[in-house]
């Protein structure tokens, strides 16, 4: 048995030397097999990434082209009067500039007390930390429900301000449950045990220590964070009434899926179809204009998504 | 005691945005007035419950919200796991990667988009799908947008083109796991490719399967509201109607369903009864879960 084995990782080895020189001859099956495989591979792919393709054509087209459905993967009669319209429409501007500030300052909450919260229940040594990681851990499974919190924040004073959109989810219990589980089992007890011999305390072991050695986790759940900012529009429609507060999700809403556009001046005159199709091209513009920043940043730090949805799996 | 006091804002923030919202949920056994608010409210006992369990549409949000979510459970999990399993069998790695990059591009597209893309699809008029139905059929194309099964479908379909490869990342990397050397051996002893994913990759990747499917059961009851909520119209709501959208229109939207005022009461009714079934869900699935295997929720 034994030295069959050891003849098998022979053979293994051979064939491994066998692969990093010529590639080996693959049999008749393993070809056809391979061959199906590139096909569907290949097929899933172009069925994500044609509907991209197809609104990016179609937001450079005429507006005539699109509604006639000329349009197949690249622009017909190249126009940016799509973007001129979006570029001229106040209510995209203020979006954004209302999304990137609901970003940025949400994102710096969520994570700063997610750390606060996560680094002392990572710890062994606090008492009570199964009461306290159960207090969290336990609104991941049940909530008081959307009029309950509404009527708090409204009490609170919160409601029409930019607190309801940055405080309420201020903590995810999820997420602060994958940073407790990344300190525990990456930050090591000997680093505190020195630490402290050496005087430092809790708040100087957090800075000068924890945070350094937890970048990539940070940016993995900053990330999570920022994407879920950018792309919500349920608080701001629950609780925002004034439109210089909206996000952009929110104006989205308002033009895409209940088309409320304002039609531009000069097309009074023209007919109906016309409208339509401005309106028409419009949408696809915006579509471009509201998800190309996302989708041209993403694979730079795609990694980081990636490390997320796996430090996610482990279970703290 | 530096220790706690980095507990001071969590425990804060848990308490008052979490917790005394569960206290405001005894709404559901008072009828709200404005002056009461949600202390001194009149107690009525289980009314609210009565109320919403007698209504025509708790039937239908309850088996609409059951239907879309076991549907994409069911349609939606086989599809990251193919695509993962033929992903691994790939050698070339430039390749490879133009095809993850993009295929979890459409997980970063903003629901609002998604759906405003899909309006523009689907439309009847002038979209690509109406183009093309009246091309090859010869005929005004029918509204999907407008049909209860329409509706379901294109909820199904349009998450799981945004999301087949986005799932598959974590199958991806329980396979990157699995020993070359069984490869290997198992292809010296004649194996074939097909043979090898057969009887090597799907057993490697059969027990996260399982847990995937095991923690998607314990949110069946939690369908999103934004995406349905987006998709909705007054054609399709017999259909589309779920208990998340249904909880918010009874508490802030005017004249839908049982009355013709909103009703805070029962829209936390409504709530409550979703939270008390979640819990209860995911107590059974962590069970089940414990009994699989070590793996528990928490």
């Known amino acids: 048995m034994r030295s069959k084995n050891r003849l098998n990782m022979r053979e293994v080895r051979a064939l491994r030397a066998d692969r990093r020189g010529t590639a080996i001859a693959l049999a008749r099956s393993d070809r056809i097999f391979l061959a199906v495989v590139y096909g569907i591979i290949l097929l899933g792919t172009l069925i994500v990434l044609y509907p991209l393709l197809y609104v990016l054509a179609a937001s450079f087209s005429s507006p005539s082209a699109v509604t006639q459905g000329r349009v197949v993967i690249w622009p017909v009669e190249f126009t940016l009067a799509g973007y001129k319209q979006v570029l001229a429409y106040q209510r995209v501007g203020i979006g954004y500039r209302n999304t990137i500030f609901y970003t940025l300052a949400g994102t710096t909450i969520n994570v700063f007390v997610t ?24 609104t991941m499974m049940f909530g008081g429900g959307l009029m309950p919190t509404y009527l708090l924040l409204n009490r609170l004073g919160m409601v029409n301000t930019v607190w309801a ?19 525990a089992s990456t930050i090591p007890d000997d680093l505190l045990e020195s630490a ?21 986790v940070i940016a993995v759940i900053g990330l999570q964070y920022a994407v879920g900012h950018w792309n919500s529009y349920f608080s701001a429609m629950i609780y925002l009434q004034n439109p210089d507060l909206y996000p952009l999700q929110v104006f989205l809403r308002e033009i895409l899926v209940m088309s409320q556009i304002d039609t531009p001046e000069f097309m009074d005159d023209h007919a109906a179809e016309a409208i339509q199709s401005m309106k028409n091209l419009i949408k696809y513009a915006l579509i471009v204009v509201s998800t190309a920043p996302i989708l041209s940043i993403y694979p730079l730090i795609q990694k980081y998504f990636v490390k997320g949805v796996m430090i996610g799996s482990i279970k703290g | 005691m530096p220790l706690y006091s980095f507990l001071i804002i969590p425990v804060v923030y848990v308490i008052v945005f979490r917790y005394i919202p569960m206290l405001g949920a005894q709404l559901a056994f008072r009828r709200y007035s ?34 879309l979510s076991l549907y994409l459970i069911f349609a939606g999990f086989p599809f990251p796991v193919i695509f993962a399993l033929l992903l691994n069998t790939i050698r070339a790695r430039r390749f490879k990667r133009v095809v993850q990059t993009v295929t979890y591009m459409p997980h970063f597209i903003s629901t609002t988009v998604l759906v405003g893309i899909m309006l523009q699809f ?37 998450g799981i083109w945004q999301d087949f490869g986005w799932g598959s990342i974590m199958y991806l990397a329980a396979l990157t796991n699995v020993n070359p050397e069984l490869h290997e051996a198992a292809q ?60 918010y229109k009874r508490g802030f939207v005017v004249s839908s369903g049982i009355g013709s005022t909103t009703d805070v009461s029962l829209s936390t009714t409504i709530g409550l009864f979703n939270s008390t079934i979640n819990l209860l869900v995911l107590v059974v699935v962590n069970f089940v879960a414990g009994k699989l295997g070590e793996t528990s929720l928490w």
């Open chain 1, 165 to 183: 959109i940055l405080i309420p989810g201020a903590l995810s219990a999820y997420q602060m449950i994958v940073v407790r589980t990344f300190f």
């Open chain 2, 188 to 247: 010296l002893d004649g194996a074939s490719r097909f043979q090898c994913m057969l009887h090597i990759d799907i057993p490697a990747i059969i027990p996260i399967i399982t847990i995937m499917l095991v923690l998607r059961a314990g949110s069946v009851m939690n369908i999103g509201f934004e995406k349905v909520f987006l998709m909705q119209n007054d054609l399709n709501i017999a259909a589309s109607e779920v208990i998340s959208t249904y909880e």
């Open chain 1, 115 to 138: 750390l606060i919260c996560a680094y002392p229940l990572s710890r062994k040594g606090l008492p009570h930390r199964n009461f306290f990681t159960f207090l969290f851990a336990f």
């Open chain 1, 196 to 216: 402290k011999i050496d005087g430092c305390n809790d708040y100087q072991f957090f800075w000068y220590f924890v945070l350094p050695l937890s970048t990539a």
């Open chain 2, 122 to 158: 689907f439309n009847v008029n002038y979209g690509i799908y109406g183009k093309l139905y009246t091309a090859l059929v010869g005929a005004r194309a029918p509204d999907l947008f407008s049909s209860g099964t329409g509706f379901v479908n294109l909820y199904i379909w349009s």
């Open chain 2, 34 to 67: 404005i002056l009461g608010g949600i202390w001194n409210s009149r107690w009525v006992g289980f009314e609210n419950f009565e109320m919403f369990f007698n209504s025509y549409q708790f039937n239908r949000v309850l088996s609409n919200t059951l239907r």
